[in-house]
């Protein structure tokens, strides 16, 4: 494949654009593969392409039932973040945001990683020691994180009112190196990268069953037939219930749908990324202008890829009152996505029940932060047929053993 620079694209300006090529290929899927990713979010891709380049493990198939990226990936708030309290948390997400850094280049592929900074606001006294605990814990772990104060909050983002009459802003959690990337060039730049390094990705490709015999995995059935393969990660974020019950057994995990919203295109007011978790909303300004607000996941489990009034008048009216200047804007439109929640909000990678399946999910309402760290644990874990040193603590035996990583409490929210 061709690389993109500066160079490329001159030649193609003066050629009316005519020469680029596909970005991947779209093979027909092949009897059999070593190893068959199914999913083709972040998640998914990135375990294909570090397969691939770390691995050396090329025969792979990433099988689609919609088009890549379609899934939570293409929906997200773009949030990136790795000031987590655990210790397993921190050091995957910031594996994650350390490689998110020079991700284009490595992929060769502009993803619009912006470190713009986030800023977790602290409205409440619960909320401002609990900030205060991760501060000292991500110092210990080596994380730049720092608390600042109701008037550093405004000098960061001056549209904020920090002196409302519910919920005024005691201080603040700022990562500086946090920020945002263009989502789905995150899934288009692993797919073309993936895809010359011999991967295949299949779109429009269901799967719909799970061969196993003597407890090992043979193959999966499709909607474009039956695919042998030696291996097989299940990455399916909202939908990894449905492939786990297909391979015959269960995930502590549930479903449900999480919402966001986008304003109209504005003139820029907010170069930082704000979340004010006690009210409920989080934002930040996309290069279009548009204010990208995230809201909150329905309170029942369910597999709808939508959104709901209730939940944008919850959402505005949280925002209107932490930044009282965007109460006449519009809304342009909403959306939904299958997040897949565990009951301690930290993500399970690792071996399943079943010899050579693997599963990687329980991202919840948060794991697009994590996608390149996820790949790369999920990678080694698949390749190596043990888990890595990211991914161990994040096992299905915590379950078991109790051994939890509590993230829910610690976190307030998950993003
Ligand atoms: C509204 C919203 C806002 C969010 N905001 C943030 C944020 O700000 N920051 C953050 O870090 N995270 C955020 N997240 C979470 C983040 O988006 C997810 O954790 C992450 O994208 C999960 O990626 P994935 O690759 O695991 O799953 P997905 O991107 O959902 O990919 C899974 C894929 O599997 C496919 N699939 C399912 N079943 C099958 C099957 N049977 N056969 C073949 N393919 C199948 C689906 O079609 C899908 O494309 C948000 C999520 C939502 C919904």
């Not at 990136?80 to 850094?101: C, G, H, M, T, W």
């Not at 939508?306 to 965007?326: K, W």
């Not at 909000?345 to 919840?364: E, L």
Request: hydrophobic share 40%; glycine share 12%; net charge neutral.
């Amino acid at each position: 494949m061709r690389r993109y620079s500066v160079f490329s694209i001159a030649r193609e300006a003066m050629r009316y654009h005519q020469g680029w090529e596909r970005a991947w290929r779209s093979p027909e899927p092949k009897a059999e593969y070593d190893v068959i990713v199914v999913g083709a979010g972040g998640h998914g891709l990135a375990t294909a392409y570090y397969l691939a380049k770390n691995h050396g493990v090329k025969n792979v198939a990433v099988l689609e039932k919609g088009w890549l990226g379609g899934g939570n990936t293409g929906r997200n708030t773009t949030i990136i973040r790795s000031n987590y309290l655990q210790d397993p948390s921190v050091a995957i997400f910031e594996k994650a945001r350390s490689l998110y850094e020079d991700l284009s280049q490595q992929l060769n592929f502009n993803i619009m990683f912006s470190p713009r900074g986030v800023l977790m606001l602290a409205q409440t006294e619960h909320e401002l020691r609990a900030y205060r605990r991760a501060e000292h814990a991500n110092r210990l772990q080596g994380i730049e994180t720092e608390m600042v104060s109701t008037a550093r909050v405004k000098e960061l983002c001056p549209i904020l009112e920090t002196g409302g009459p519910r919920y005024p802003v005691l201080g603040g959690l700022w990562q500086a190196r946090g920020g945002t990337a263009r989502h789905d060039a995150v899934a288009w730049g692993y797919a073309r990268a993936a895809s010359d390094l011999g991967v295949d990705i299949i779109q429009q490709c269901e799967v719909t069953g799970i061969d196993t015999a003597g407890g090992k995995v043979r193959g999966v059935q499709t909607s474009r037939g039956a695919i042998r393969c030696k291996k097989l990660a299940i990455v399916v974020a909202g939908h990894s219930g449905v492939l786990a019950e297909m391979a015959g057994f269960r995930l502590p995990v549930e479903s449900v749908a999480l919402q966001a919203l986008v304003s109209e295109p504005i003139k820029p007011v907010i170069d930082i990324v704000v979340m004010a978790n006690t009210v409920h909303g989080y934002m930040s300004q996309s290069d279009k202008g548009e204010l990208v607000i995230g809201g909150g996941a329905d309170g029942f489990n369910n597999y709808t890829q939508r959104g709901s009034f209730q939940h944008i008048e919850e959402t505005v009216s949280a925002l209107v009152e932490t930044f009282p200047i965007i109460s006449r804007l519009k809304m342009l439109r909403q959306w939904g996505g299958i997040v897949d929640m565990t009951g301690d909000r930290s993500p399970i990678i690792g071996r399943t029940p079943v010899d050579g399946i693997f599963v990687n999910c329980g991202w919840g309402t948060g794991g697009f932060k994590a996608i390149p760290g996820s790949g790369w644990a999920m990678a080694e874990t698949v390749a190596k047929g043990t888990p890595d040193a990211l991914a161990g603590p994040f096992g299905l035996d915590r379950f078991v053993e109790g051994r939890m990583i509590d993230e829910s409490v610690a976190a307030a929210v998950a993003h």
